[in-house]
């Protein structure tokens, strides 16, 4: 057995470096198993190249509009590598700053793919993909494969793309969000397959560059989890746009091709289409990855495919923690930093309280932006609420108009009888900014009244949010 950890971390992305830096910090001697590359999917493959693409696409519109705003000139082109190639500098980037900080830290990397074999032991094998290393000289702590010991074990071991059965990526026709990040070229045609966040963006992305995109999803509304008045908001603006949106619609068949596809598209009432593409994109959702880590060896307990946790990332069996998208939703980066450290400072005796998962807020970056925290209108309704629901466009506030950015709305939901506010939710530019304001007064318990009584800067975005709680309660002044 090589050398003894209070805590190893399995994964060493966001829950899991973040996990690891909060044990460092409380004094825990830490390790972290990585087998692919530090920052796991969100740095790498997820959250921030995805928003180094979208900001590209957000440059090149404006610059189209140019004449809006008085800027002439000739007509904006754009360099299809380039784009890929920045948003891979950006990745690239802040996977060596998690190297950095880890090293830092005295937290001991370990290269390779991580098992449980009992109590508190972890063999790790060399992995099967070559590893990522960050773009800074190999740290020292840097470890292999061999046998380790910890007093306690954290799984952070995040998902993976979901494949539908008929809709497998074969990474060149078929793909998956890996491709979709780094294509050779742009297709002509796109197929997006999921009509939540990841399919969204991607939608978004790829159609300001003229590609033709038509997105599918099974369930009627698309963004499923996001309140149907601002799910029904963003499909008008993307059909505005040009996107084509099949919902209550599924991919019966798939034929691939020498370069291209065809999809026969089922509707709801059972009727088919087929339409060619030349690309598709499989957005189905993530699956936890759980398997080959040992869990069922040692009697830990997966439910739904997911690691079954308390409110503190314990699972069943003494010793053993799950934090982040392995240990079910929402599969976010930021609910599995929160967890991470909360289930940290469990284990080191401290003051942990346990995520309320209702006040997670989830973002969207496509154009218009959308961001949410807690109830929808419909949910509030289901609980049996008496409501009171504020609304506040865009279009009626100074600085969106000033910005040329006069489509969106602020939607308020609020307990009528305690003046709790339940849920908040936008569309429109900044909307993944302007949420935490609500994040943060949900998390205080501030009122109606507290809120009304809050002095918002002039001019801003932000007076959108002051004016929908006003109207809430029948007090807008600019509507």
């Not at 998902?159 to 780094?182: C, M, N, Q, S």
């Amino acid at each position: 057995m090589s050398e003894a950890y209070d805590l190893i971390v399995i994964g060493g992305g966001p829950g899991g470096y973040v996990a690891a830096i909060r044990a460092a910090q409380l004094g825990l001697k830490t390790a972290v198993v990585e087998r692919e590359h530090l920052g796991g999917i969100c740095l790498n493959w997820g959250c921030i190249p995805t928003k180094a693409l979208l900001r590209s696409a957000e440059v090149y519109r404006l610059a189209k509009e140019g004449e809006r705003f008085g800027v002439t000139g000739a007509a904006p082109g754009f360099d299809a590598a380039r784009i890929v190639a920045r948003s891979r500098e950006a990745a690239g980037r802040l996977n060596a700053g998690v190297g950095f900080l880890l090293k830092k830290n005295k937290i001991d990397v370990i290269w390779g793919e991580a098992t449980l074999t009992g109590k508190g032991e972890v063999r790790v094998a060399a992995p099967k993909k070559a590893p990522v290393t960050p773009q800074l000289p190999a740290p020292k702590n840097t470890l292999g494969e061999g046998a380790y010991r910890a007093k306690h074990i954290v799984i952070a071991t995040g998902a993976r793309p979901r494949a539908l059965p008929g809709l497998e990526p074969d990474g060149r026709l078929v793909w998956t969000y890996f491709e979709a990040l780094k294509p050779e070229r742009f297709p002509t045609s796109l197929l997006v397959v999921g009509g939540g966040a990841i399919g969204v963006e991607f939608a978004s992305f790829y159609r300001t560059f003229g590609v033709e995109v038509t997105l599918v999803e099974a369930l009627p509304q698309i963004l499923p989890a996001e309140d149907a008045e601002i799910a029904a908001l963003a499909r008008k603006s993307f059909e505005k746009q040009g996107v084509a949106i099949h919902s209550a619609t599924t991919v019966a068949r798939l034929e691939k091709q020498a370069d291209s596809v065809v999809a026969t598209l089922r509707g709801a009432d059972g009727a088919t289409t087929s339409i060619a593409f030349d690309r598709v994109l499989s957005a189905a959702g993530v699956v936890a990855n759980v398997e080959n880590l040992g869990l069922q060896a040692l009697g830990v307990e997966v439910e739904r495919g997911v690691i079954k946790t308390d409110g503190l990332g314990r699972t069943n069996v003494a010793g053993i923690y799950a934090i982040g998208d392995v240990a079910g939703g929402p599969m976010l980066a930021h609910k599995a930093e929160h967890e991470g450290v909360s289930c940290v400072d469990a284990i080191a005796g401290k003051d942990a309280h346990p995520l309320d998962k209702s006040l997670v807020p989830g973002c969207t970056y496509c154009h218009p932006q959308i961001a949410s925290v807690g109830l929808t209108e419909e949910k509030a309704k289901a609980q049996g609420l008496e409501l009171k629901i504020g609304r506040f466009p865009y279009l009626a506030n100074g600085k969106a108009i000033a910005l040329g950015e006069p489509e969106g709305l602020v939607k308020t939901i609020f307990d009528a009888r305690t003046g709790r506010l339940l849920g908040a939710h936008i569309i429109g530019a900044e909307a993944t900014e302007l949420i935490q304001g609500f994040v943060i007064a949900m998390n205080l318990e501030t009122t109606e009244e507290e809120l009304m009584r809050t002095v918002f800067p002039h001019p801003t975005l932000s007076e959108t949010m002051h004016e929908s709680v006003l109207d809430a309660f029948g007090r807008a002044i600019h509507i």
